[in-house]
């Protein structure tokens, strides 16, 4: 996906191009620094021309603009912090790995994170989310119970101990208590490997 920029000017238009259509038009990166009005802040702008070549081009030359500087990495990749300071070796190491982890007795989300971590693991289906706006009424280590606003109630299922595909344990768990107002997609229950809702494959380092 790309942002057109139209006479130096950047829209809100988004265009998804294949390889090939990408290969002939001028691109700026994502973190280029723009004016509030949308136009390039500086008069060059450093691009990607046909090729991958990468050039210093006036603002008027410029055709798109990445939405993020995210998108040409893998979710994995990008759930790695700092990685434009990463040798190329270790940071490919380091998204392999993620696919290895195994979940833990207790999950913990990382100090240091990329803001990736809610969604990875959102996207994931692994946690419990609420249908409906409401209350909850009822908490224990298989069921949640929310009387909704509108006046119905919800029993959400928490699995325990289940074996996944992999022949790991897959383990949900309650994060909200009795009383506690839940809103729409908000996360009741925690998956194998999230903690409040974010991405936790490993545990933070204690450095004495």
Do not use: W
Request: hydrophobic residues 40%.
């Amino acid at each position: 996906p790309y942002r057109k920029v139209v006479d130096g000017k950047v829209t809100d238009q988004i265009d998804y191009l294949t390889a090939d259509e990408e290969d002939r038009f001028v691109k700026a990166q994502a973190n280029t620094v723009l004016n509030p009005d949308g136009t390039f802040a500086e008069a060059r702008v450093l691009v990607r021309t046909k090729g991958g070549e990468t050039e210093l081009a006036r603002a008027e030359e410029v055709d798109y603009i990445d939405v993020s500087p995210r998108q040409m990495v893998s979710v994995a990749t990008a759930m790695i912090p700092f990685l434009e300071h990463d040798d190329a070796n270790r940071a490919l190491m380091g998204a392999n790995m993620m696919r290895q982890s195994v979940p833990l007795l207790k999950s913990e989300a990382p100090l240091v994170g990329t803001g990736m971590e809610y969604r990875a693991a959102t996207d994931t289906g692994d946690m419990v989310t609420a249908e409906k706006a409401g209350v909850v009424e009822e908490v224990s280590a298989d069921y949640v119970t929310v009387i909704n606003d509108d006046g119905t109630q919800t029993t959400y299922r928490v699995a325990k101990f289940k074996r996944s595909n992999m022949g790991t344990s897959f383990n949900q768990k309650p994060i909200v208590a009795e009383g506690d107002r839940v809103e729409v997609n908000q996360v009741i229950a925690d998956g194998p490997c999230t903690d409040q809702g974010e991405m936790a494959l490993g545990k933070n380092l204690l450095v004495a």
